[in-house]
């Protein structure tokens, strides 16, 4: 599974227009889940009391929406690599 490619909301849909597309089916991809995650994580970075804020590797909190952002990115990848373990270890089970 690749997680970069699977999607957070995807919509499929059928064209009925005379757009030139009658019938066909297209799909939405949306968002990506990494994207999705790095959102969430978004959210709880901002939301830290700032004497709870995440921090660099050098122990200093993140200054740059661009900081940010990485870590938000940083977090999402590793949902990402725990979310797979989980499915690994059911699908195990099964």
């Not at 019938?23 to 990506?32: A, R």
Request: net charge negative.
């Amino acid at each position: 599974m690749n997680d970069n490619l699977e999607t957070a909301f995807p919509i499929e849909f059928t064209d009925r227009s005379d757009s030139g597309f009658d019938g066909q089916q297209t799909v939405e991809l949306g968002m990506t889940l990494r994207d999705y995650f790095a959102g969430k994580a978004l959210t709880a970075i901002m939301n830290a009391p700032p004497s709870d804020r995440f921090r660099n590797e050098n122990g200093k909190p993140y200054e740059t929406w661009t900081e940010i952002a990485l870590a938000a990115y940083e977090m999402a990848n590793a949902m990402l690599v725990q979310r797979e373990q989980v499915l690994d270890q059911l699908l195990e089970k099964k």
